[in-house]
């Protein structure tokens, strides 16, 4: 049973009380450094296997992306999941020949040089081989049911939010993603037959990773390097 002073109104709209964790200063400090220690082990994985993933775990993590904050709460997002084989191959298919482009025409020598170390190429089998690809399109506004435009608000830095939280979400499942971002990405529209308000984002291949699987033996940044602080 809800008490009465669950609900207010304020300026007419109504607000519930907000009940937030409350944990001492010692459990704060070991939650927050276990935290970091488990978001740190998350790597980009390139190879997967094409071990089946249940579509309820994808929907699990969808649903926690989706809970990122937004602009004016307009939840700007459309993730779409695919499992599809046909789909996934001719995701795979447009997005080689964009590569291609990208590697022999678009990207500089210097851009080449900074990947080298992850060895990428235009090659991309785990398009294929991963059991889902989430395709997370942007909506920079809305349509409702008379057609009417609806504004929307930050979309870049809310989707950007909303992916964040979807990686975050996919290592805790104990599943692997890479940020995918072929460019252009206009393929995905069609293949998946988006609707104008909606425009390409990202593209994360989800699975279990390859076994064994060597990732390249690079470091993140220190926290001197990433922070300054004003006291
Ligand atoms: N999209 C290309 C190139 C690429 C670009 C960046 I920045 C990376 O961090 C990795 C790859 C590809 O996927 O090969």
């Known amino acids: 049973m809800k008490s009465n002073e669950d609900y207010i109104v304020i300026d007419g709209y109504k607000h519930k009380l907000y009940k937030s964790d409350k944990f001492g200063e010692e459990v704060m400090l070991k939650r927050s450094g276990e935290f970091y220690k488990w978001l740190d082990k998350r790597r980009t994985v390139r190879e997967y296997s094409s071990k089946r993933v249940p579509r309820e775990i994808i929907e699990n993590i969808l649903m926690s992306a989706s809970t990122a904050p937004s602009g004016a709460n307009h939840q700007p997002w459309t993730f779409c999941a695919i499992s599809n084989p046909d789909l996934k191959s001719k995701i795979r298919q447009a997005a080689e020949m964009e590569e291609k482009k990208s590697y022999e025409q678009r990207m500089g020598a210097e851009w080449k040089k900074d990947l080298e170390h992850l060895a990428t ?111």
């Open 121 to 231: 190429n235009t090659q991309k089998p785990f398009l294929e081989k991963a059991p889902w690809l989430v395709a997370v399109f942007k909506k920079p506004y809305d349509i409702d049911e008379n057609g009417n435009r609806i504004n929307n608000y930050y979309v870049n830095e809310s989707v950007g939010l909303a992916c964040g939280m979807l990686i975050a979400a996919i290592h805790n499942a104990g599943l692997s993603t890479l940020t995918y971002t072929p460019s252009p990405m206009g393929f995905l529209t069609k293949i998946l037959d988006r609707p104008v308000n909606e425009k390409p984002f990202l593209l994360l291949p989800v699975g279990y990773p390859k076994e064994p699987l060597y990732v390249p033996d690079i470091n993140r940044k220190s926290l001197n390097d990433i922070s300054v602080f004003y006291e």
